[in-house]
């Protein structure tokens, strides 16, 4: 009997579907250039970055070699970097599990101020990332120069060129959970299938969409075939596996009925049943009251008002929420012969 074949371990690429570690570029090129501080230990600023270091007397921070950081288990180096992404895990709760929040922007302003660092040649340039810290980390290298957390972004995109494999493994657990926000400017689907064709690795670890869809709908209103963008809306949910969903809309009070029935424009918004959502979908709901001349000073006010205004939106955020409602939150119906084995199951 021949033996297996051996296993090859193909080696890290620095081209590794996961992408750059590039964020905040939207900041000006003045504040790019800012001084940074180094992350390092020191006796200055150690005890702001491991707090746990100070008991440990006996610690000897200085080496004359190099640390042979790959002969560590694979466990405990995703551990490391772990606690290297610190800043950016967030959880709502308790209950809830932590991800890494970004916001996927459009490009705005000249290519001077979008692009402080250069991207890599081949993303699409339609957009661009947005990452903030925890509220709960205290930047200890912020400066009346820096916005917060510059710093830490800058030694983020240092490390990140350590050598192919450690890019690899960083990457790996810095998108093994993310949400991502999609800003309501121009056409946000558009700027997610860039994202999802420029970086194919970080499909999987997206957790949490938020997209925000007032603005968007009166952009596509007669320019975007409607069938069209919802076979769009089929192939995204193709590559993503959500755990929640949530759709911010708008519409004028006089639309809500078309709204809730998903005709004329908003017939596009059918293609959210295509996402493959585990857990939780929810929609926020913006509405734009009618208001005439013809109504008195107070009548205006009543109907800009929340007393007016909230029983409405929660009523027709439910509709909506029935309405568009993606296919796999809902339990698939059994046919005969399953119903049949479970009502046998029953008398056992």
């Known amino acids: ?46 005890n702001k970055v491991v707090p746990s270091l100070d008991n440990v007397k006996s610690l000897n921070t200085k080496r004359t070699d190099a640390f042979e950081f ?23 709760d308790s209950q809830d599990k932590w991800r890494i929040p970004l916001n996927v922007i459009r490009k705005q302003g000249s290519a001077e101020n979008r692009f402080p660092f250069s991207p890599h040649p081949e993303f699409n340039t339609s957009y661009c990332w947005d990452c903030i810290t925890s509220d709960t980390w205290i930047d200890p290298f912020k400066t009346s120069d820096t916005p917060p957390g ?9 490390i990140s060129h350590t050598s192919c494999s450690f890019r690899q493994e960083f990457a790996e657990v810095f998108w093994c ?19 999802l064709r420029d970086r194919p690795s970080i499909s999987r670890g997206i957790k949490y969409l938020y997209i925000a869809m007032e603005y968007m709908l009166e952009d596509i209103e007669g320019k975007v075939d409607t069938d069209g963008f919802i076979q769009q809306l089929r192939r995204l949910s193709l590559f993503l596996s959500l755990e929640k969903l949530m759709i911010v809309l708008g519409a004028p009070e006089s639309a809500l009925d078309e709204l809730a029935l998903g005709e004329g424009k908003y017939k596009v918004l059918n293609g959210i049943r295509e996402f ?12 734009d009251p009618t208001i005439s001349d013809s109504m008195t000073k ?51």
């Open 1 to 46: 009997m021949g033996s297996l074949p051996a296993v090859v371990q193909r080696p890290a690429v620095y081209n590794n579907g996961y992408g750059d570690f590039i964020f905040n570029t939207r900041m000006r090129r003045s504040q790019t250039q800012a001084q940074v501080l180094p992350i390092r230990h020191s006796k200055e600023l150690g």
């Open 70 to 92: 790959f002969k560590l288990p694979l466990e405990i180096r995703k551990r490391i970097y772990e606690m290297l992404l610190g800043p950016l895990w967030v959880r709502n």
């Open 150 to 158: 510059e710093a830490y972004f800058n030694w983020l995109r240092r």
């Open 177 to 195: 959970r993310t949400s991502l926000t999609l800003e309501s400017y121009g056409h946000n689907f558009l700027h997610l299938e860039n994202v």
């Open 276 to 287: 493959n959502v585990s857990k939780e979908f929810t929609i926020w709901l913006y509405i």
């Open 298 to 348: 107070s009548e205006k006010e009543f109907r800009d008002s929340d007393n007016y205004l909230s029983p409405l939106t929660i009523k027709y955020e439910r509709i909506l929420e029935n309405r568009f409602s993606p296919v796999s939150l809902h339990p698939a119906e059994l046919s005969e012969e399953e119903k049949y084995l479970k009502e046998r199951a029953k008398g056992f």
